[in-house]
């Protein structure tokens, strides 16, 4: 984690003197959102490591680190944030990542408008979306 901080910190030194906000959107893998289906893939050691390195950037590093998972987690209860049939995030899963990151960039810049999810009209296609109620029974 050091070296990826320290990297970082340059990074964000150079945005500094450049007069630009640097953010850093982690996304955390689908697995983990989905841990209940995905249990040969997603052991609890893994997320917990995880988190804890993200922690641990987030400390060393003056970068504005931000991490999604929590808030993917709890949108994943309402519909599906990553497709069944790879690691890309559905739509609603990229909103939820938008709105994450802008909240952190509104902390910077007040004046910046973050879009609703009533403002969009998102058309979701089922070749790609599993059935909840198949899910559930495995």
Known sequence: IKPIATELNKLNKFCNKHNIKLYLLIVPPNQYIYQQ?????????????????????????????????????????KDFVAFKTDHHWSEYGAFIGYQKIMTEIQKDFPDIKIAKETEFKIKKSKKNRPKREKLEKK
Do not use: C, H, R, T
């Open 37 to 77: 289906y995905a249990k040969d893939f997603a052991n609890p050691e893994g997320l917990e490591k995880l988190n804890y390195n993200i922690k641990m950037l987030q400390d060393k590093s003056d970068a504005n680190i931000v991490y999604v998972y929590e808030d993917l987690k709890k949108a994943s209860e």
